[in-house]
């Protein structure tokens, strides 16, 4: 009922302007109005701000001087993707939010179609989030992951999304349709040239069916200048197990927001990760867990180590609708903080409209624990590989109740990696 | 008396001073119908107890506030005296046990008394905790306030008896927007009660108070509330707006700002008691609980924010709601850079009784000291059949039951109440749940 008080454009708002205008001029008429329903819907918002309530900690008016120029259609040399690392994996890349066939794994995989979508997404979203929608006026290209019904996936499907090239963005849609019964593994990576100032901003949209087993692993290794926005909207049905876990560490700046909602009930789902922050980094997990139906179980469990000026931000919201009895949600945020300089938010929600529920949240913010640090030093650890043997304990935690083996051997190594643990045992 | 705003206090009523974040729904609030002053009904003024409206002491002793102090003399021990000071609408009416408190320096007396009386006290202090421009409604508050209470308690002095407020409102259309300020000097300590009532009306009526706390050295303010304004009829029409601001101002080492509130009425409660621990050492404490029944509307929680090295807080918040209420805890604990051991400690407890009510946690917790250590935990659930079975097959009625329950939850907030209004907040939860199950 108060219009809010017109705020000036930004120079990114008016990038982003002429960014709209030229993609509208190439795009086909039924795609173009699909466009222009969602710039409207952005532009009616614009980039948000810290009075956008949930955008409060994460100034991206602010953060975001400038909209850099659509990526171009690359193809760069397949040694530039990191992906999952060694693991024998089935590999999807996508270059500037476009599919690249011959970067991809070639032969056919039983029960998995891979299909080049164009453009834009009619993304059901379960959000009016301004940055998913101006993944939607803006999209470059995009796929669609089927995994039939009750199809067993051994090999991981990977997803890499690389942005090529320097003050650049891209922006990809990704549709992935998981039938009833199937059990894979997914591990998505977001990277680019290392060096290299860009943003990426990605729209998923995730459809599990019943019964389904999916376990799905979230690598974000951004370039350090890199920003990074993804929208992640996932539907379960009914006794469906959804695990998901994000593992921070790339990106100056990076937003990653799911929007979760059961529409089944019986269904579990996990939402794990950890966020790895150094320098000045700003790292936000944002998490929408909508609890439309009754008997699912939502656990929501991230850790995060903050170093030097570091910011982390962790928001989680869960809703229990009217009627969605014998829910059991719980959450809980464990942060370290390693300077003085470093920051942490959290923010962890309840929103309860149904009784008969079990629903609680936790949150911990503090330093290394004095006494383990003394326990260690005791026993003649130097104190610096102590403290990384502290900092690598209470990482490996979330990891482990990932629960999948494959990822959580890749998950310990990039830790540990990050942490320079491996150096100080052989010095 | 109609009263129009001074431009320059506030340029514009367009905007009513809506948060987009507060989980709190109302229709606009018409600035310009509102009441700004009234004057309880005796035009005159009561000139003493005998002449005030029998309906209100009558009110009065349900709450179990004493006034009179003949009735204090006459029965009860001396360790339970309160001196209490009366405000009816707009107008402070009476303040008892003056004479005993001037004795040991304290002065308690209506703002616009102290106003004359103490300038330069009110002068350096009023303002210093909640500035003018604060929020929207402190902002009213500040350019129409017309009276409420003033307590000076001198170094060293440790306040002889409980201080207490009555508010009241009985006007029609009037918004009560009352101003209380309170400073405990080095070393001192003083213990404050407010309870508030409002009579049934059809329309809203608008509180909108500013609390002003300032703490100096080793000084200690515990600051009560007993709330329960008219929460409107059955079906949602009328009650109280309770938009208030509430803060403390550890200003100085090692002093003590502790909060306790019961909430059980108005139409809609929105407010945050909070403290800002500025001095070293200094402790901020929140004690609440929240009852929400009928189609009342509480965003309530506090502040906490860590400014000086070894500040201590505490929070302790217990909500329930019934009928068709919508009950939200809002907090937030911030450290900043310098505030170094900051500690913290959160619980929040929602009771759901019924399932057409909301409960609902929003923590914020902030922290850039890494040597601060910040604890938070929430809990929702409802009363288990097992423990109603228990109850009831020990011949308690199912309403009896309920009541016996939601005061064992709420039982650590009630135990930092003051003995005598300990009591009084157990009826009060119990009569607040009246009609929620069955």
């Known amino acids: ?427 | 008396m109609d009263a129009k705003l001074a431009s320059g206090g506030i340029s514009s009523l367009e905007n009513d001073g809506r948060a987009t974040w507060a989980r709190v729904e109302y229709p606009k609030i018409d600035f310009e119908d509102l009441h700004y002053y009234a004057a309880p009904k005796n035009t005159e003024g009561p000139k003493s107890l005998d002449e005030v409206d029998p309906e209100l002491l009558e009110t009065y002793k349900k709450l179990g506030i004493p006034l009179s102090e003949q009735e204090i003399l006459a029965g009860v021990a001396p360790e339970n005296r309160v001196a209490v000071d009366a405000v009816f609408d707009s107008v402070s009416v009476a303040t008892t046990f003056k004479e005993e408190l001037a004795k040991a320096g304290v002065i308690f007396c209506p703002i616009s008394e102290a106003v004359r009386e103490h300038p330069e006290l009110v002068q350096k202090y009023l303002g210093s905790v909640v500035p003018v421009s604060d929020n929207f409604y402190a902002t009213l508050n500040s350019a129409v306030f017309s009276d409420g209470s003033f307590v000076y308690v001198p170094p060293g002095v440790r306040c002889p008896m409980e201080l207490s407020t009555y508010f009241r409102i009985n006007e029609k259309n009037t918004g009560q927007f009352e101003r209380t300020l309170i400073i405990a000097d080095k070393g001192s300590y003083v213990s404050y009660l407010e309870g508030c009532t409002a009579p049934q009306r059809d329309e809203n009526q608008l509180h909108a108070a500013v609390v002003e706390l300032v703490a100096l050295e080793d000084a200690e303010i515990k600051y009560s509330t007993v709330q329960n304004w008219y929460p409107g009829d059955s079906e949602g029409k009328g009650g109280i707006y309770n938009f208030v601001t509430k803060r403390g101002d550890c200003r100085e080492k090692n002093s003590k700002i502790s909060w306790t509130q019961v909430e059980t009425g108005s139409a809609i409660t929105w407010k945050y008691p909070s403290c800002i621990l500025r001095g070293d050492n200094s402790q901020g404490e929140f004690y609440s609980i929240a009852i929400s029944n009928g189609h009342q509307q509480i965003d309530s929680g506090t502040k906490m924010i860590h400014l000086g090295k070894n500040t201590a807080s505490r929070i302790i918040s217990k909500g329930i709601s019934a009928g068709v209420s919508q009950n939200t805890y809002r907090g937030q604990v911030s450290a900043h850079r310098k505030a170094s051991n900051a500690r913290n400690f959160t619980q929040c407890d929602s009771l759901l009784i019924g399932d057409k009510c909301g409960a609902h946690t929003v923590p914020y917790i902030e922290s850039k000291n890494s040597s601060a250590v910040f604890e938070h935990e929430a809990t929702t659930s409802k009363i288990s059949d097992d423990q109603m079975f228990y109850c009831q097959a020990r011949g308690l009625d199912e309403e009896e039951a309920v009541a016996l329950i939601v005061n064992g939850f709420v039982r650590d907030v009630i135990q930092q109440l003051p003995m005598e209004f300990a009591v009084e907040a157990q009826k009060l939860i119990s009569i607040s749940l009246e009609g929620s199950v069955g």
């Open chain 1, 1 to 427: 009922m108060n219009a809010p008080a017109k705020i000036q454009e930004t120079k990114a708002e008016q990038s982003l302007n002429a960014q709209f205008d030229a993609t509208l001029a190439q795009t086909t008429q039924d795609n173009a109005n699909q466009r222009k329903q969602a710039w409207d819907a952005f532009k009616a918002k614009g980039i948000p701000h810290r009075r956008v309530e949930e955008w409060h900690y994460t100034d991206l008016r602010t953060k975001m001087t400038d909209a850099f120029a659509l990526a171009s259609k690359t193809s760069p040399k397949a040694d530039a993707l990191t992906g999952a690392g060694g693991l024998e994996t089935y590999r999807i890349a996508i270059v500037n939010g476009r599919y690249v066939p011959e970067l991809s794994s070639n032969q056919a995989l039983a029960g998995l179609t891979v299909t080049e979508a164009e453009g834009f997404l009619a993304a059901q979203l379960g959000t009016d989030d301004a940055m998913a929608h101006l993944n939607q006026a803006l999209v470059q290209g995009g796929i669609t992951i089927k995994i039939d019904a009750d199809a067993t996936i051994e090999a991981p499907i990977e997803i890499v999304r690389y942005t090529d090239g320097t003050e650049v963005s891209s922006y990809a849609g990704t549709s992935v349709e998981i039938g009833s019964g199937a059990k894979a593994l997914i591990i998505e990576s977001f990277e680019g040239d290392a060096e290299a100032a860009y943003q990426s901003n990605a729209l998923t949209e995730v459809k599990v069916g019943d019964k389904a087993n999916i376990h799905w692993l979230k690598l974000q290794v951004e370039s350090e200048k890199a920003q990074h926005i993804e929208t992640l909207s996932i539907e379960l049905g009914a006794e469906t197990n959804f695990q998901h876990f994000i593992y921070n560490e790339g990106s100056a700046l990076s937003r990653a927001q799911l929007f979760l909602e059961f529409k089944g009930e019986g269904t579990h789902a996990g939402l794990r990760g950890t966020c790895l922050l150094k320098d000045s980094q700003h790292a936000d997990i944002t998490l929408f867990v909508n609890h439309a139906v009754p008997e699912c179980e939502s656990r929501e469990y991230y850790r995060a180590v903050v170093d030097d000026k570091a910011r982390a931000v962790f928001q989680g919201k869960i809703i229990v609708e009217p009627g969605a009895q014998k829910t059991d949600g719980q959450m809980m945020i464990k942060s370290l903080l390693l300077s003085d300089t470093a920051e942490i938010n959290a923010k962890p929600e309840l929103e309860i409209f149904a009784d008969d529920v079990q629903c609680a949240h936790g949150s911990t913010t503090g330093d290394i624990d004095e006494d383990l640090l003394f326990y260690l030093m005791a026993r003649g650890i130097p104190e610096a590989q102590a403290r990384k043997i502290l900092v690598l304990a209470f990482l490996s935690e979330a990891i482990e109740e990932f629960e999948e083996e494959r990822s959580v051997e890749l998950l310990e190594a990039m830790t540990r990696k990050w942490l320079h643990a491996d150096e100080m045992v052989s010095e």
